[in-house]
C-alpha cells in the first residue's frame, strides 16, 4: 500500500468529506451518498475513495463504508425512482407530443425496450457513471416493481461502491488518480451520448423533410 497522507490535510470538498465521515462514519459515507446521487455536484469519485482512504488507515472498517454508501445509493435512487413514478408514462407522452422532433411512437418504442431489458439496464446502468443516476427515472416511469428495482440498484451499486472504495484503500493518497481515469470515462459517455442524439436529430429531420415533400 502508498505511504499515507493525513486526510485531516485535505481541503476544499475532499476536506469537507472526510469530515463528515469522520464525524458520521458509515452512516455519513451513505448520506453523502444518496445525496451524491440526487445532487451530482458532490461526486462519488470523491465521497467512495476518502472512505476508502480512511478505512486504509483504520479509522473506519472498509467494508461497513461499502454497505453504507450502497444503503446510501439505494435511497438517492428510491427518490429520482419516485420522481420517475409521479411524472408517469402518460404524462411523459404528453410532453413527447410538444417537443420537436420527438414522436409518442418513441416513447412508446422506449417503453417497450424498458420492458425488456429493465433490471439489466438498472444493474448495469448503476455501475456506470453519468448513468447511475439516470436510471432510476424510467425505471419509475414505467413502474418498475419495487422489490425488482431496489434489488438490481443494490446489486450494481454494490459493484461501484466496492470498486471505488478499493481503490482508495488500495491507493491512500494517490487517490487522486481515481478521478483523472474517471474523467476520461464521463466524457467519453457524454460524447457518446451527444453523438446519439445528433444521430437522432439527423435521422428525425430526414424523415419530417421526406413527410412534407409527399
Same mark, same amino acid.
Given at each position: ?68 454508501? @450502497? ?88 459493484? /461501484? %461502491? ?17 478521478? @483523472? /481515469?474517471?474523467?476520461?470515462? %464521463? /466524457? ?27
Amino acid at each position: 500500500m502508498s505511504a499515507q497522507r493525513d486526510p485531516a490535510e485535505l481541503t476544499g470538498l475532499a476536506g469537507w468529506v472526510v469530515d463528515t465521515i469522520e464525524a458520521l462514519g458509515p452512516i455519513g459515507v451513505g448520506a453523502l451518498v444518496a445525496l451524491e446521487t440526487v445532487f451530482p455536484p458532490i461526486p462519488s469519485e470523491v465521497v467512495l475513495p476518502v472512505a476508502g482512504l480512511l478505512a486504509g488507515q483504520g479509522r473506519m472498517s472498509v467494508v461497513l463504508a461499502v454497505v453504507g454508501a @450502497t444503503v446510501g445509493s439505494v435511497v438517492g435512487a428510491l427518490v429520482l425512482f419516485r420522481a420517475g413514478a409521479a411524472l408517469g408514462a402518460d404524462r411523459l407522452r404528453r410532453v413527447a407530443d410538444r417537443l420537436p422532433l420527438v414522436d409518442r411512437a418513441d416513447v412508446e418504442r422506449s417503453e417497450r425496450w424498458f420492458d425488456r431489458h429493465g433490471g439489466t439496464s438498472v444493474l448495469i446502468g448503476r455501475c456506470v457513471p453519468v448513468v447511475r443516476s439516470l436510471v432510476s427515472i424510467p425505471a419509475g416511469v414505467e413502474r418498475m416493481p419495487l422489490v425488482r428495482f431496489v434489488t438490481w440498484t443494490a446489486l450494481g451499486s454494490a459493484v /461501484y %461502491n466496492a470498486a471505488l472504495v478499493g481503490a482508495g484503500y488500495l491507493l491512500g493518497s494517490r487517490w487522486t488518480e481515481i478521478g @483523472t /481515469y474517471s474523467d476520461v470515462l %464521463n /466524457y467519453t459517455i457524454l460524447a457518446g451520448f451527444a453523438l446519439a442524439v445528433a444521430v437522432f436529430v439527423r435521422r428525425r429531420l430526414r424523415e419530417r423533410r421526406a413527410e412534407a415533400q409527399d
